[in-house]
């Protein structure tokens, strides 16, 4: 179209049109006012939260189920404040969110005015973009550029702008930036690949969070199949690969599959395909140093500053996995003709999941009165509907949950990573059942990570009519600072114990959802039928048991050491 006049508000908010944003989160604020009188008129709905993190989290979680870039915004000064670290996951999780974040008038900034902020720093190392519109004759450009880069880079990016500037006259000119998609890679890598892959004696494949955000589930099970090569998910990407398939194992990381583990340790060849390797999803757990130190490593991401960072690769492609797998597995068929299913890998793989199955559900099989967390976890996992949507939040019980909920599909497992900032999940799960109505989408959060966001924004859920079903698993602990405290400090408790917690059944019932209180592992599975056929937003309270005895191994041991003091003062506190 060509250049018309407009204000630089018609000029932001015709572009969100013209990018696809449908939704956008917020909470109200006069900063932006003049752009948000048009919202209603440009077909945008508003989601007012109850807090800006929640805000940031729902157009992450919506932006990771449509795998287009989406949008939040906020007043200046501790608005914008606020979304700083729901940004930082979305930056972790290399989702493309925007954030829109108004700031003070330009006459005004550097005065100290009210609720002035300097707002580009505390963006800058957790975004892929940033940019401060310097005059109103650049809304449409700056901000076109903004989604641009947050698609092409995905990732989350900052467009900042002086809340003076919404006001005026300009000519703009609005169209949708084009997409950008990456190649196979380099003709001699997808060779190189190709040929460690068909002589590997026992070739392993690593599916990362590139695999479900490419859409590469397809290519990466044709190339599994014909290598026989077995699949393990990287740490909380549970989505990545479909878990009835006879060559999944599972995921390696915190509280993770064994088999997995195991698998990735015989390996000789590790393709690794849309992961960044990161150090916290590859560290030993359950006493395994699992990670195959001598195997040779293909890595393959379109984010070159990611490989070769945290491991050393024999390999390090830059491309896009489903044209990667696409191109790798005609190579492979080239290379070796008629290859052969391998009976012995098939059996191994097998073996490895019914021995972790079978220690899994002796973990899970306690009928104690007060419900163990992994029978909890049990009994939901098997209620939950086949290809709803779990975002999971951080902690000991949501971090259990890597070994317990299994998809078939991308973009179905929405979680904190490694970011892990408490109060992820309920904001998460918002935007993705906006992008994803016709699924049943739950949140997964201890009941201190439900303190954080899920209290509130179960108001935002029941005035937006966003059914979404919480599950709290209450233990009135803070379990993995708990378990630390056990492990390291003798059973001093300082701050983890939550002894005084509400029903949260109850409070969602007074806001207006619909709440569950679950003592009885009997009951979970008639719980969640009801949930899911309510169509409300609803609230299941999990009342599990705490303590020592049933928390999950230390959640930072390679960052914690046993107690030792030296001050006479302090002497009584050492832990041998």
């Known amino acids: 179209m060509a250049k018309v006049k407009m204000t630089p508000s018609e000029a932001l908010v015709e572009t969100l049109v013209a990018e696809g944003v449908e939704n956008i989160f917020g909470i109200v604020g006069s900063a932006y006012m003049d752009a948000l009188d048009l919202f209603p008129t440009a077909g945008i709905r508003f989601i007012s939260v109850a807090h800006e993190q929640a805000a940031c989290h729902a157009a992450d979680g919506l932006a990771r189920v449509t795998g287009k870039p989406q949008a939040c915004i906020a007043q200046n000064g501790p608005g914008a404040a606020n979304f700083v670290s729901a940004m930082t996951a979305a930056y972790w999780a290399h989702s493309p969110v925007v954030a829109i974040t108004p700031e003070a008038g330009t006459l005004g900034i550097g005065t100290g ?36 880069m947050a698609k092409t880079y995905n990732g989350p990016t900052q467009l900042n702008i002086p809340r003076d500037l919404f006001y005026g006259v300009c000519e703009d000119e609005i169209y949708t930036t084009p997409e950008i998609t990456y190649g196979s890679g380099p003709r001699q890598s997808l060779e190189e690949a190709a040929k460690l892959l068909a002589e590997a004696k026992y070739p392993v494949i690593l599916a990362g969070g590139g695999v479900s955000q490419a859409d590469a589930i397809a290519e990466l099970k044709a190339l599994a199949e014909y290598l026989t090569a077995p699949v393990v998910n990287s740490y909380l990407h549970n989505d990545t690969f479909p878990s009835s398939h006879k060559l999944s194992v599972g995921p390696i990381g915190y509280c993770g599959s064994k088999a997995a ?56 492609v830059l ?15 080239a290379a070796k003709p008629g290859l052969e299913e391998d009976k012995a890998r098939l059996e191994d793989v097998a073996k490895e999941k019914k021995i972790w199955d079978d220690e899994l559900e002796k973990w899970s099989s306690s009928t104690n009165k007060l419900m163990h967390p992994r029978r909890f976890l049990w009994e939901l996992s098997r209620a939950v509907p086949e290809g709803s949507i779990v975002a999971t939040d951080i902690g000991n019980n949501s971090s259990m949950c890597n070994s317990y909920f299994q998809f078939n ?32 989408v739950f949140a997964f959060q201890g009941d ?32 993995a600072e708990k378990k630390n405290q056990i492990d390291y400090y003798d059973n001093r408790f300082i701050g ?47 009342v599990i048991q705490g303590g020592e005895e049933v928390l999950a191994e230390p959640f930072r041991r390679d960052a914690l050491k046993k107690a030792y003091r030296m001050l006479p003062k302090y002497e009584h506190l050492n832990v041998k």
């Open 409 to 440: 599909g991308a973009r179905q497992h929405i979680s904190a990573l490694s970011w892990g900032n408490c109060g992820f999940a309920y904001g998460a799960a918002m935007g993705a059942k906006l992008g994803c109505p016709d699924k049943a």
């Open 496 to 542: 983890a114990n939550l002894r005084e917690n509400p029903n949260y059944a109850q409070l969602a019932e007074d806001m207006g959802g619909k709440g569950y209180r679950v003592e009885n592992y009997d009951e979970v599975g008639d719980v969640v039928k009801d949930a899911v056929a309510s169509g409300k937003p609803c609230v299941i309270e999990g």
């Open 261 to 316: 583990m195991r698998t990735i340790a015989k390996a000789d060849v590790v393709l690794a395909l849309g992961s960044r390797l990161g150090p916290f999803g590859t560290l030993p757990q359950y006493d395994m140093t699992y990670w195959p130190e001598n195997a040779k490593i293909i890595q393959v991401d379109v984010n070159p500053a990611v490989l070769g960072l945290s491991k050393r690769v024999e390999l390090a």
């Open 319 to 333: 491309a896009d996995c489903r044209e990667f797998a696409k191109e790798v597995f005609t190579l492979v068929k």
């Open 113 to 148: 005015g009210f609720q002035e902020l300097d707002q580009m720093p505390m963006f800058h190392e957790q975004t892929v973009y940033q940019v401060r519109v310097n005059a109103a004759q650049r809304m449409a450009e700056l901000s076109r550029r903004a989604f641009y």
């Open 448 to 479: 201190g990570a439900y303190g954080i966001s899920g209290i509130a924004e179960v108001m935002t859920a029941v005035r937006e009519n966003i059914p979404i079903i919480a599950i709290v698993a209450n233990n009135y602990e803070w379990g």
